[in-house]
T-cell receptor, first 115, second 113 residues
Framework: NAGVTQTPKFRVLKTGQSMTLLCAQD?????MYWYRQDPGMGLRLIHY???????AKGEVPDGYNVSRLKKQNFLLGLESAAPSQTSVYFC??????????????FGEGSRLTVL | DAKTTQPPSMDCAEGRAANLPCNHS???????VYWYRQIHSQGPQYIIH???NNETNEMASLIITEDRKSSTLILPHATLRDTAVYYC??????????????FGQGTTLQVKP
């Protein structure tokens, strides 16, 4: 059982380049989330989705776009990377509706460096 | 969702109980208390949650005060592998909830031999 899988796990970009982080979950969860974590800080919510085809902004959405074309996948895009986006990115998923117990399942993280 | 306050760091001797406090004085009636931990930059891991009754599972116990303004996470016999950042989060519960969690700074627990 893979749970939540993030790809790539490491990436180095130059300022202005674009890239997409992929999150895949095999638990049939409705809800998915993208967080970022800067050194010594807690996680901050970037965007989230409560179902296929829907997305919403979190605490720090600027500079990122997301898509949820399939229930099992949640993509995070950086159109023009900036050094301030150097961070560790975590994807998470949880069941929705009445089954939503508040337990989020997290991936291993994707470490992005923007030079 | 209500904010939480946690001490930035704590130490605990291996084999002893670790008691991690959390203050959530503005918690409202439909908000639960959740605890997660993050071991060495891995993805956070769910530990336990509760509303007003004390809760226990295989990982920990959660003690919530009667006025619900504070809680304590108890790791009964801490091991070196329990060294981690522990996050206390307050969140409303139910079908209308989007499930998102807002993380604070957490408490860094160092378990020492």
């Amino acid at each position: 059982n893979a749970g939540v899988t993030q790809t790539p796990k490491f990436r180095v970009l130059k300022t202005g380049q674009s890239m997409t982080l992929l999150c895949a979950q095999d638990m049939n969860h409705e809800y998915m989330y993208w967080y970022r974590q800067d050194p010594g800080m807690g996680l901050r919510l970037i965007h989230y989705s409560v179902g296929e085809g829907t997305t919403a902004k979190g605490e720090v959405p600027d500079g990122y776009n997301v898509s949820r074309l399939k229930k099992q996948n949640f993509l995070l895009g950086l159109e023009s990377a900036a050094p301030s986006q150097t961070s560790v990115y975590f994807c998470a998923s949880s069941s929705g509706g009445l089954q939503n117990t508040g337990e989020l399942f997290f991936g291993e993280g994707s470490r992005l460096t923007v030079l | 969702d209500a904010k939480t306050t946690q001490p930035p760091s704590m130490d605990c001797a291996e084999g002893r109980a670790a008691n991690l406090p959390c203050n959530h004085s503005t918690i409202s009636g439909n908000e639960y208390v959740y605890w997660y931990r993050q071991i060495h930059s891995q993805g956070p891991q769910y530990i336990i949650h509760g509303l007003k009754n004390n809760e226990t599972n295989e990982m920990a116990s959660l003690i919530i005060t009667e006025d619900r303004k504070s809680s304590t996470l108890i790791l009964p016999h801490a091991t070196l592998r329990d060294t981690a950042v522990y996050y206390c989060i307050v969140r409303s519960y139910g079908s209308s909830n989007t499930g998102k969690l807002i993380f604070g700074q957490g408490t860094t627990l160092q378990v020492k031999p």
